[in-house]
């Protein structure tokens, strides 16, 4: 069974760093990307981030390029968004979804299949 589960949010205050986590299970990451999306209260789904293995490619939304970072770790079978100098505007619940294999990265939420419950990243001080 296809499975994702995030973990890692928190409070932070602005300037700080988390790095949230993506555990897979039930699929190969060599072949099926990831992405992370957030949402935050009174706003559209946004596409943050997405890692290919199998084309060895990363994609990032502008509001996040140069802070955050995408990797994947395939002996742990996840993959990390490591979030640097948050701003409040960063607050939202963060999702990571798998794409259909060999299929690329993508900003679109409908693009994805099975999506996790979601981490809670609050940004304030």
């Known amino acids: 069974q296809v499975q994702v589960v995030e973990s890692g949010g928190g409070l932070v205050e602005p300037g700080g760093s988390l790095r949230l986590s993506c555990v897979a299970s039930?699929?190969?990451?060599?072949?099926?990307?990831i992405g992370w999306f957030r949402q935050a209260p009174g706003k559209e789904r946004e596409g943050v981030s997405c890692?290919?293995?199998?084309?060895?490619?990363?994609l990032y939304a502008d509001s996040v390029k140069g802070r955050f970072t995408i990797a994947a770790d395939k002996a742990r079978n996840t993959v990390y968004l490591q979030m640097n100098n948050l701003k409040p505007d960063d607050t939202a619940v963060y999702y990571c979804?798998?794409?259909?294999?060999?299929?690329?990265?993508?900003?679109?939420?409908?693009?994805?299949?099975?999506r996790g419950q979601g981490t809670e990243v609050a940004v304030s001080s």
């Open positions: 039930g699929f190969d990451l060599d072949y099926q990307a």
């Open positions: 890692i290919s293995l199998h084309e060895s490619s990363t």
């Open positions: 979804a798998v794409r259909p294999r060999f299929y690329s990265c993508s900003h679109s939420w409908n693009d994805f299949g099975t």
